[in-house]
């Protein structure tokens, strides 16, 4: 089993930034891939980004430009950078896990946190 802490999150207005973290720990971090996804109630959950070990992100199409993910493998930590905040970005944003590995499912996440961008 993996257990990811995160933190981060909160207020920003418009145009701002924000950055999450998420540290895993349990499950060999050299064996994940980590992920972000953010959820509005009532809502389906939703893709942002995911991180290779080898640092490689994939990152929604059109969330290109304004999220930047970064991991340290050392720390067993990814970070999700948030620039150029936009009020239909609030939702409750949540880190995940993987395991490498062609089609794996995300079997881990994190408890989630605020982000709200007031216009």
């Known amino acids: 089993q993996v257990q990811l802490e995160e933190s981060g999150g909160g207020m920003a207005q418009a145009g701002g930034s924000l950055r999450l973290s998420c540290q895993a720990s349990?499950?060999?971090?050299?064996?994940?891939?980590m992920g972000w996804f953010r959820q509005v109630p009532g809502k389906e959950r939703e893709f942002v980004a995911e991180?290779?070990?080898?640092?490689?992100?994939e990152y929604k199409e059109s969330l290109k430009g304004r999220f930047t993910v970064t991991r340290d493998n050392t720390k067993n930590t990814v970070w999700l950078q948030m620039d150029s905040l936009k009020p239909e970005d609030t939702a409750v944003y949540y880190c995940?896990?993987?395991?490498?590995?062609?089609?794996?499912?995300?079997?881990?996440w994190g408890q989630g946190t605020q982000v709200t961008v007031s216009s």
């Open positions: 991180s290779y070990f080898s640092g490689y992100i």
């Open positions: 349990g499950r060999a971090f050299s064996n994940l891939r």
């Open positions: 995940a896990a993987r395991p490498t590995g062609f089609g794996a499912s995300w079997e881990f």
